[in-house]
């Protein structure tokens, strides 16, 4: 089934889609990373934070390269040396991002409050579903085949309400950044083509993920329909 020519065929838009998308990423990160801003990344995200009434939110950093994330158990954005140190439209771009799901978080986002609440079972979808069609599909055993369809199902489920997520954190950073001074309209272009670039891939990601239930799908029916 995994190396069933089809498959690939059915996923090509997504892995096109996913390669452009990584590209572009890196383009318009290296570009907007030589343009300065006024803030390092740390010092950008604070601003928009405090500016939100959410002085309890905490910033650190983290090591990686664009590792950058907003841990909501915890309440803190973790950056990655380059947004946590930089000073440039890339890392102020990034921090901001990060520090919208901050705003999300404290304002029960409610796209955010099912995204956080679906992570334990997309989490064990992600992982048990593979299995489960590997060894339905071997054994031809119909029930296990639904049931990890079922499982990816959640999977693609929590990839489309995470899409909103993503766009609106976006957003809200580009009118922070504009709102507090911290970017000029010119420079909003260049954060603008870092912040969508970014969400490309999220794009990608989430297409690949409904093309390949589609194709379990497809691989379901057409075995039932030749039973």
Known sequence: MFFDPV???FIAPALILAFYAQMR??????TASQMPAPLTGAAAARHVLDTAGLNQVGIEQIGGHLSDHYDPRDKVLRLSPEVYGGRSLAAVGIAAHEAGHAIQDATNYAPLVVRNAAVPIAGFGSSASIWMLIAGF???FQPLILLGIGLFACVVAFQLVNLPVEFNASSRAKEQLLSLGIITADDRVYVN???NAAALTYVAATLQAVLTLLYYIMRFAGGSNRE
């Open 25 to 30: 990423l890196r383009s318009t990160y290296a």
């Open 7 to 9: 498959y690939f065929i």
């Open 138 to 140: 071997i054994l031809q």
């Open 193 to 195: 083509k870092v912040l």
